[in-house]
């Protein structure tokens, strides 16, 4: 049986495909080109008042939320390594002071993040992509 240099081999996997579906494309194609931004508008951006302005609602938001959820868990180790007695005190039922507070951890995180969450939806994300839509639109002059 000879083949002819358009043929497939029986045992090719691709053989099963639908016509249109075959050739599959390569996938080392090279990526379509794009404009990107100068350095200077990177450095226009960044001192713009709404790039400022995100920037400190930010850090206004993330650092003490942050610093909060730190602080309350070092408090958690620090008592459970100088407060011994007043965390293997009884609580609930047989759970001790250090129990409750270790298991608080969890819901703080999540409380935590899910704060996190909220304020970038509604306030961060409309920001950067006012930012961003800036950005761009240099970019496609």
Not at 7 to 35: F, R
Not at 41 to 64: H, I, M, N, T
Not at 88 to 94: D, E, Q
Not at 96 to 105: D, F, Y
């Amino acid at each position: 049986m000879s083949l002819s240099p358009t043929a497939t081999p029986p045992d090719d996997p691709e053989l099963h495909l639908p016509k249109d579906h075959w050739p599959l494309p390569q996938l080392s194609q090279p990526e379509p080109t794009h404009p990107h931004p100068t350095a200077k508008s990177f450095a226009d951006v960044k001192a713009s008042e709404p790039y400022q302005k995100l920037r400190r609602s930010f850090v206004s938001f993330a650092f003490p939320t942050v610093a909060a959820v730190l602080v309350w868990y070092f408090l958690y180790v620090l008592l459970s390594l100088y407060a011994v007695k007043f965390m293997s005190a009884p609580a609930i039922g047989n759970l001790n002071v250090g129990m409750v507070i270790g298991l608080a951890q969890f819901p703080t995180t999540w409380f935590a993040t899910w704060l996190y969450v909220r304020r970038a939806s509604r306030v961060l994300d409309p920001m950067a992509a006012s930012v961003r839509a800036t950005i761009e639109s240099e970019v496609s002059k």
